[in-house]
T-cell receptor
Framework: EPEVTQTPSHQVTQMGQEVILRCVPISNHLYFYWYRQILGQKVEFLVS????????KSEIFDDQFSVERPDGSNFTLKIRSTKLEDSAMYFCASSERPVGGGLQETQYFGPGTRLLVL | GESVGLHLPTLSVQEGDNSIINCAYS??????FIWYKQESGKGPQFIID?????DKRQGQRVTVLLNKTVKHLSLQIAATQPGDSAVYFC??????????????FGAGTRLAVHP
Protein backbone atom coordinates (compact mmCIF):
# COMPACT_ATOMS: atom_id res chain seq x y z
CA GLU A 1 0.00 0.00 0.00
CA PRO A 2 1.46 3.40 -0.91
CA GLU A 3 2.50 5.55 2.00
CA VAL A 4 4.04 8.88 2.83
CA THR A 5 7.65 8.62 3.95
CA GLN A 6 9.71 11.13 5.89
CA THR A 7 13.39 11.59 6.65
CA PRO A 8 15.07 11.85 9.01
CA SER A 9 13.05 10.17 11.73
CA HIS A 10 14.90 12.21 14.36
CA GLN A 11 16.84 15.46 14.08
CA VAL A 12 18.73 17.22 16.84
CA THR A 13 19.97 20.72 16.11
CA GLN A 14 21.34 23.76 17.85
CA MET A 15 19.22 26.86 18.22
CA GLY A 16 19.75 29.19 15.27
CA GLN A 17 20.68 26.42 12.86
CA GLU A 18 18.80 25.64 9.68
CA VAL A 19 17.04 22.32 9.27
CA ILE A 20 15.42 20.71 6.27
CA LEU A 21 12.81 18.04 6.79
CA ARG A 22 12.09 15.79 3.86
CA CYS A 23 8.97 14.01 2.70
CA VAL A 24 8.06 11.79 -0.18
CA PRO A 25 4.29 12.03 -0.68
CA ILE A 26 2.19 9.29 -2.22
CA SER A 27 3.09 9.27 -5.89
CA ASN A 28 -0.25 10.21 -7.51
CA HIS A 29 -1.10 12.83 -4.92
CA LEU A 30 -1.15 16.50 -5.86
CA TYR A 31 -1.77 18.24 -2.54
CA PHE A 32 0.87 18.34 0.16
CA TYR A 33 0.81 19.47 3.76
CA TRP A 34 2.96 19.99 6.79
CA TYR A 35 1.60 19.71 10.32
CA ARG A 36 3.37 19.73 13.64
CA GLN A 37 2.64 18.25 17.05
CA ILE A 38 4.30 19.57 20.15
CA LEU A 39 4.73 16.80 22.69
CA GLY A 40 1.44 15.92 24.34
CA GLN A 41 -0.54 18.41 22.29
CA LYS A 42 -2.79 18.20 19.30
CA VAL A 43 -1.74 18.20 15.69
CA GLU A 44 -1.52 21.71 14.20
CA PHE A 45 -1.71 22.72 10.55
CA LEU A 46 1.29 24.58 9.16
CA VAL A 47 0.93 24.83 5.41
CA SER A 48 -0.63 23.33 2.32
CA UNK A 49 0.97 23.27 -1.11
CA UNK A 50 -0.40 22.70 -4.56
CA UNK A 51 0.85 23.33 -8.06
CA UNK A 52 4.22 24.54 -6.78
CA UNK A 53 2.85 27.20 -4.52
CA UNK A 54 1.51 27.61 -1.02
CA UNK A 55 -2.28 27.46 -0.99
CA UNK A 56 -2.80 28.08 2.72
CA LYS A 57 -0.64 28.67 5.76
CA SER A 58 -1.20 29.15 9.45
CA GLU A 59 0.04 31.88 11.73
CA ILE A 60 2.72 29.47 12.93
CA PHE A 61 4.21 29.39 9.43
CA ASP A 62 6.18 32.63 9.64
CA ASP A 63 9.12 33.88 7.60
CA GLN A 64 11.42 31.32 9.21
CA PHE A 65 9.56 28.53 7.44
CA SER A 66 9.56 27.67 3.77
CA VAL A 67 8.44 24.73 1.67
CA GLU A 68 9.64 23.46 -1.63
CA ARG A 69 9.05 20.67 -4.09
CA PRO A 70 12.53 20.47 -5.57
CA ASP A 71 11.77 17.57 -7.88
CA GLY A 72 8.92 15.29 -8.83
CA SER A 73 8.97 13.28 -5.65
CA ASN A 74 10.24 15.24 -2.66
CA PHE A 75 8.49 17.87 -0.57
CA THR A 76 10.61 19.73 1.98
CA LEU A 77 10.07 21.96 4.98
CA LYS A 78 12.92 24.30 5.85
CA ILE A 79 13.25 26.12 9.13
CA ARG A 80 15.78 28.85 8.56
CA SER A 81 16.85 29.63 12.13
CA THR A 82 15.47 27.17 14.61
CA LYS A 83 14.14 28.22 18.00
CA LEU A 84 13.65 26.13 21.11
CA GLU A 85 9.90 26.26 20.59
CA ASP A 86 10.25 24.62 17.18
CA SER A 87 10.89 21.33 18.96
CA ALA A 88 8.03 19.07 17.89
CA MET A 89 7.02 16.18 15.67
CA TYR A 90 6.60 17.36 12.11
CA PHE A 91 4.22 15.42 9.93
CA CYS A 92 3.97 15.55 6.19
CA ALA A 93 0.66 14.59 4.58
CA SER A 94 -0.64 14.30 1.05
CA SER A 95 -3.96 13.92 -0.67
CA GLU A 96 -5.03 13.20 -4.20
CA ARG A 97 -7.57 15.95 -4.17
CA PRO A 98 -8.35 18.84 -1.86
CA VAL A 99 -11.05 18.49 0.73
CA GLY A 100 -14.31 18.86 -1.14
CA GLY A 101 -12.75 17.23 -4.16
CA GLY A 102 -14.54 13.97 -3.75
CA LEU A 103 -13.64 10.55 -2.50
CA GLN A 104 -9.89 11.04 -2.82
CA GLU A 105 -9.73 13.96 -0.41
CA THR A 106 -8.32 12.00 2.51
CA GLN A 107 -5.03 13.33 3.86
CA TYR A 108 -2.56 10.54 4.56
CA PHE A 109 0.17 11.22 7.06
CA GLY A 110 3.78 10.16 7.19
CA PRO A 111 5.47 8.78 10.32
CA GLY A 112 6.90 12.15 11.28
CA THR A 113 10.26 13.70 12.05
CA ARG A 114 10.99 14.38 15.68
CA LEU A 115 12.89 17.68 15.84
CA LEU A 116 14.72 18.65 18.99
CA VAL A 117 16.23 22.12 19.20
CA LEU A 118 18.84 22.58 21.92
CA GLY B 1 -11.75 31.10 17.80
CA GLU B 2 -13.67 28.08 16.68
CA SER B 3 -12.13 24.70 17.37
CA VAL B 4 -12.73 21.01 17.54
CA GLY B 5 -12.79 19.56 21.03
CA LEU B 6 -13.29 16.26 22.79
CA HIS B 7 -15.52 15.34 25.71
CA LEU B 8 -13.31 12.65 27.28
CA PRO B 9 -9.54 12.79 27.44
CA THR B 10 -9.21 9.07 28.31
CA LEU B 11 -11.41 6.06 27.81
CA SER B 12 -10.75 2.65 29.34
CA VAL B 13 -12.62 -0.37 28.02
CA GLN B 14 -12.49 -4.13 28.33
CA GLU B 15 -11.39 -6.16 25.37
CA GLY B 16 -14.42 -7.18 23.38
CA ASP B 17 -16.56 -4.27 24.49
CA ASN B 18 -17.72 -1.55 22.13
CA SER B 19 -16.03 1.86 22.42
CA ILE B 20 -17.51 5.23 21.71
CA ILE B 21 -15.28 8.26 21.33
CA ASN B 22 -16.94 11.64 21.11
CA CYS B 23 -16.02 14.94 19.54
CA ALA B 24 -17.71 18.33 19.54
CA TYR B 25 -17.06 20.82 16.80
CA SER B 26 -18.06 24.44 16.67
CA UNK B 27 -17.57 25.45 13.03
CA UNK B 28 -20.98 24.98 11.45
CA UNK B 29 -19.40 25.58 8.03
CA UNK B 30 -17.24 22.46 8.27
CA UNK B 31 -18.36 19.89 5.75
CA UNK B 32 -15.79 17.15 6.10
CA PHE B 33 -14.68 15.22 9.16
CA ILE B 34 -12.03 12.56 9.71
CA TRP B 35 -11.07 10.26 12.53
CA TYR B 36 -7.40 9.46 12.92
CA LYS B 37 -5.69 6.93 15.18
CA GLN B 38 -2.24 7.74 16.49
CA GLU B 39 -0.08 5.13 18.13
CA SER B 40 2.88 6.18 20.21
CA GLY B 41 5.69 7.61 18.10
CA LYS B 42 3.76 7.29 14.85
CA GLY B 43 1.87 9.57 12.53
CA PRO B 44 -1.92 9.88 12.45
CA GLN B 45 -3.46 6.92 10.68
CA PHE B 46 -6.69 7.43 8.75
CA ILE B 47 -9.62 5.45 10.12
CA ILE B 48 -12.78 6.79 8.55
CA ASP B 49 -14.23 10.01 7.21
CA UNK B 50 -17.65 11.48 6.63
CA UNK B 51 -19.06 14.38 4.71
CA UNK B 52 -21.70 16.68 6.13
CA UNK B 53 -24.35 15.40 3.75
CA UNK B 54 -24.28 12.10 5.62
CA ASP B 55 -25.10 11.23 9.22
CA LYS B 56 -23.55 7.79 9.38
CA ARG B 57 -20.79 5.89 7.69
CA GLN B 58 -19.55 2.42 8.44
CA GLY B 59 -16.20 0.79 7.95
CA GLN B 60 -14.68 -2.40 9.18
CA ARG B 61 -15.55 -2.52 12.92
CA VAL B 62 -15.87 1.27 12.97
CA THR B 63 -18.80 3.59 12.53
CA VAL B 64 -18.79 7.37 12.45
CA LEU B 65 -21.92 9.26 13.37
CA LEU B 66 -22.44 12.93 12.61
CA ASN B 67 -25.11 15.04 14.29
CA LYS B 68 -25.06 18.44 12.66
CA THR B 69 -27.85 19.77 14.83
CA VAL B 70 -25.70 19.62 17.95
CA LYS B 71 -22.36 19.65 16.10
CA HIS B 72 -21.28 16.30 17.44
CA LEU B 73 -19.19 13.56 15.93
CA SER B 74 -18.59 10.12 17.35
CA LEU B 75 -16.49 7.10 16.53
CA GLN B 76 -17.79 3.71 17.47
CA ILE B 77 -15.41 0.77 17.57
CA ALA B 78 -17.04 -2.65 17.77
CA ALA B 79 -15.44 -5.51 19.70
CA THR B 80 -12.50 -3.40 20.84
CA GLN B 81 -9.15 -5.16 20.68
CA PRO B 82 -5.83 -4.44 22.43
CA GLY B 83 -4.47 -3.22 19.09
CA ASP B 84 -7.05 -0.44 19.17
CA SER B 85 -5.24 1.17 22.10
CA ALA B 86 -4.09 4.56 20.85
CA VAL B 87 -4.98 8.25 20.84
CA TYR B 88 -7.90 9.07 18.58
CA PHE B 89 -8.27 12.48 16.99
CA CYS B 90 -11.21 13.95 15.20
CA UNK B 91 -10.43 16.56 12.59
CA UNK B 92 -12.51 18.90 10.48
CA UNK B 93 -11.86 21.09 7.54
CA UNK B 94 -12.25 24.72 8.31
CA UNK B 95 -14.01 26.77 5.68
CA UNK B 96 -14.25 29.55 4.99
CA UNK B 97 -11.52 31.09 7.14
CA UNK B 98 -9.17 28.16 6.89
CA UNK B 99 -10.01 27.16 3.39
CA UNK B 100 -10.79 23.67 2.34
CA UNK B 101 -7.42 22.00 2.76
CA UNK B 102 -6.64 22.85 6.34
CA UNK B 103 -7.58 20.23 8.88
CA UNK B 104 -8.27 21.34 12.43
CA PHE B 105 -7.57 18.60 14.95
CA GLY B 106 -9.19 18.04 18.27
CA ALA B 107 -7.24 17.49 21.47
CA GLY B 108 -7.42 13.69 21.25
CA THR B 109 -8.86 10.88 23.36
CA ARG B 110 -6.68 8.10 24.65
CA LEU B 111 -8.31 4.69 24.36
CA ALA B 112 -6.93 2.04 26.70
CA VAL B 113 -8.10 -1.52 26.10
CA HIS B 114 -7.71 -3.93 28.99
CA PRO B 115 -7.69 -7.72 28.61
Amino acid sequence: EPEVTQTPSHQVTQMGQEVILRCVPISNHLYFYWYRQILGQKVEFLVSFYNNEISEKSEIFDDQFSVERPDGSNFTLKIRSTKLEDSAMYFCASSERPVGGGLQETQYFGPGTRLLVL
Amino acid sequence: GESVGLHLPTLSVQEGDNSIINCAYSNSASDYFIWYKQESGKGPQFIIDIRSNMDKRQGQRVTVLLNKTVKHLSLQIAATQPGDSAVYFCAENNPPSGGYNKLIFGAGTRLAVHP
